[in-house]
């Protein structure tokens, strides 16, 4: 909780255990979607900016999946106590990235025009080996660059969502995460100015 109320953003290794990754894994769907961009109405397939396949999370994919979105509920609590968010509720999803697969530079969230508040990433890749690629490269609000996180299976990694513009570079084998939106309540204004 420090490191996101003083910088804005936090990467926590061994959030998962490598079992509970395999287990989680092991819950993965059978069929997927194309990743869209945009929300509501102006929700489209763009190959150009995104080429992920998603598959949201529900508890009845299996208690693997039930136990993570407790745990996730938890650390919204958490989040609430420690930085006052107002954070209402958590939405995620299974994310694929194929060899070759990206997702190029975004915004989870734009000021003032969407609930996103703090967004989640967890990696579910055991024994991820640099040469895979697939890193996610985070910039500041002002687009410079900040860090290149791998996606080592267990690893979390948590970011205000309006404030740190992010893209997938592309994978060279096959890539699983679970990626998540911790949102308020509709025009609430629970927010955390990231640093400058």
């Known amino acids: 909780m420090d490191a996101i109320y003083t910088r804005g953003w936090v990467v926590v290794d061994d959030f998962l255990t490598a079992h509970e990754v395999e287990h989680l894994s092991q819950c993965l769907p059978h069929e997927w979607q194309a990743a869209g961009i945009g929300r509501a109405a102006l929700h489209h397939a763009n190959r150009q900016i995104r080429r992920d396949q998603i598959h949201w999370l529900d508890p009845t994919l299996g208690s693997p999946v039930a136990d993570y979105l407790s745990r996730l509920e938890a650390l919204r609590l958490v989040v609430n106590q420690s930085l006052m968010l107002g954070l209402f509720d958590y939405e995620a999803h299974f994310a694929r990235y194929d060899s070759g697969?990206?997702?190029?530079?975004?915004?989870?969230?734009?000021?003032?025009?969407?609930?996103?508040?703090?967004?989640?990433?967890?990696?579910?890749?055991?024994?991820?080996?640099?040469?895979?690629?697939?890193?996610?490269?985070?910039?500041?609000?002002?687009?410079?660059?900040?860090?290149?996180?791998?996606?080592?299976?267990?690893?979390?990694?948590?970011?205000?969502?309006?404030?740190?513009?992010?893209?997938?570079?592309?994978?060279?084998?096959?890539?699983?995460?679970?990626?998540?939106?911790?949102?308020?309540?509709?025009?609430?204004?629970?927010?955390?100015?990231?640093?400058?």
């Open 101 to 196: 697969d990206f997702y190029a530079r975004h915004r989870d969230a734009f000021a003032g025009q969407s609930n996103r508040r703090l967004t989640s990433v967890c990696y579910l890749n055991n024994d991820w080996q640099p040469a895979a690629g697939g890193v996610l490269r985070m910039y500041d609000d002002s687009e410079q660059f900040l860090i290149d996180i791998e996606p080592q299976g267990g690893r979390l990694v948590l970011f205000l969502s309006e404030g740190f513009p992010h893209e997938v570079l592309p994978a060279n084998q096959v890539r699983y995460s679970i990626a998540g939106w911790f949102r308020v309540n509709g025009h609430q204004h629970g927010r955390l100015d990231p640093p400058r």
